[in-house]
């Protein structure tokens, strides 16, 4: 079999996927595209890459979407230039989604803003329009209803995945000055969600660089159909996939420091933390 990277799993993926989804056989889609069932095989095996130039008409008979499809090409283009996947938040976040369906072990890290598959419906309609105040309402609309499918992913799995998310509490506490109603309905919503099996929420309190303070790590764990491992991060205007097995163990390292520094979201009381503030700067 040929060598396999975090792009070649996502484009082999999304197609078989796809496909499963429309409930067409390889023999269809190899028809319509005017492949054999085999190469259709080959390629959702990931024995052979998948041709950019076959990307549109594999998309169309796998009834995927004008996006998908346009993303699909940027990982191929990627592939083929041995780089890491970059493009905007809003096409990464499809490689996350599909990466959270088969990942064994997920890490979800940011310092500012709750996770989310873990943020809830007035969260979102209040804290990120904040955030993100040129955000249009189809543009928030569309964002919940991509959140509200990754948690229904999360939670649907049956192989129990290891998930750990790791929230700063500079989070906790802007939503806390924005609203405290917000606040307690979101942090009923984490501990519920820190019930689940595999499931751990964490809590940073330690000040973290800006360069540091968002990052995702996914690895395969025990499930077969995982991506081989990779890091997720951010800037203002682009983000990457990396493949890259150093880079990965240094974001690797990180983030045990991190998680060693945490605490359970089970014995976090921000009252305290506030009160003590609140004596320290009066």
Same mark, same amino acid.
């Given at each position: 079999?040929?060598?396999?990277?975090?792009?070649?799993?996502? *484009?082999?993926?999304?197609?078989?996927?796809?496909?499963?989804?429309?409930?067409?056989?390889?023999?269809?889609?190899?028809?319509?595209?005017?492949?054999? $069932?085999?190469?259709?095989?080959?390629?959702?095996?990931?024995?052979?890459?998948?041709?950019?130039?076959?990307?549109?008409?594999?998309?169309?008979?796998?009834? %995927?979407?004008?996006?998908?499809?346009? +993303?699909? $090409?940027?990982?191929?283009?990627?592939?083929?230039?041995?780089?890491?996947?970059?493009?905007?938040?809003?096409?990464?976040?499809?490689?996350?989604?599909?990466?959270?369906?088969?990942?064994?072990?997920?890490?979800?890290?940011?310092?500012?803003?709750?996770?989310?598959?873990?943020?809830?419906?007035? +969260?979102?309609?209040?804290?990120?329009?904040?955030?993100?105040?040129?955000?249009?309402?189809?543009?928030?609309?569309?964002?919940?209803?991509?959140?509200?499918?990754?948690?229904?992913?999360?939670?649907?799995?049956?192989?129990?995945?290891?998930?750990?998310?790791?929230?700063?509490?500079?989070?906790?506490?802007?939503?806390?000055?924005?609203?405290?109603?917000?606040?307690?309905?979101?942090?009923?919503?984490?501990?519920?969600?820190?019930? $689940?099996?595999?499931?751990?929420?964490?809590?940073?309190?330690?000040?973290?660089?800006?360069?540091?303070?968002?990052?995702?790590?996914?690895?395969?764990?025990?499930?077969?159909?995982?991506?081989?491992?990779?890091? +997720?991060?951010?800037?203002?205007?682009?983000?990457?996939?990396?493949?890259?097995?150093?880079?990965?163990?240094? +974001?690797?390292?990180?983030? $045990?420091? *991190?998680?060693? %520094?945490?605490?359970?979201?089970?014995?976090?009381?921000?009252?305290?933390?506030?009160?003590?503030?609140?004596?320290?700067?009066?």
């Amino acid at each position: 079999m040929a060598e396999q990277d975090s792009g070649r799993w996502f *484009l082999r993926t999304m197609i078989r996927k796809g496909r499963n989804t429309t409930g067409r056989s390889q023999r269809e889609v190899g028809d319509e595209v005017d492949r054999s $069932k085999d190469t259709i095989s080959d390629w959702e095996k990931g024995k052979t890459d998948i041709p950019i130039l076959a990307i549109d008409g594999l998309a169309s008979a796998c009834n %995927l979407s004008a996006e998908i499809c346009s +993303y699909m $090409k940027s990982v191929a283009r990627a592939r083929k230039n041995s780089t890491p996947i970059e493009a905007d938040m809003r096409y990464n976040a499809l490689f996350l989604a599909l990466a959270e369906e088969y990942s064994g072990f997920i890490f979800k890290f940011d310092i500012l803003i709750i996770p989310g598959p873990l943020q809830i419906r007035v +969260y979102h309609d209040n804290v990120v329009r904040v955030i993100d105040p040129f955000a249009t309402d189809e543009d928030l609309e569309d964002g919940w209803g991509f959140k509200e499918e990754r948690a229904e992913s999360l939670e649907a799995r049956t192989d129990l995945p290891t998930v750990h998310f790791l929230i700063g509490e500079g989070a906790l506490l802007m939503l806390r000055q924005i609203s405290e109603e917000i606040y307690q309905e979101q942090m009923a919503h984490l501990r519920s969600w820190a019930q $689940k099996p595999g499931i751990v929420i964490r809590i940073l309190r330690a000040p973290v660089p800006v360069r540091l303070g968002s990052f995702d790590i996914y690895k395969p764990g025990r499930n077969k159909l995982a991506s081989p491992p990779f890091v +997720y991060t951010e800037i203002a205007d682009s983000s990457w996939c990396i493949s890259d097995p150093d880079r990965i163990a240094g +974001y690797d390292e990180i983030r $045990k420091m *991190l998680w060693n %520094l945490a605490i359970r979201i089970e014995d976090y009381h921000d009252d305290d933390r506030r009160d003590s503030l609140a004596q320290e700067h009066p």
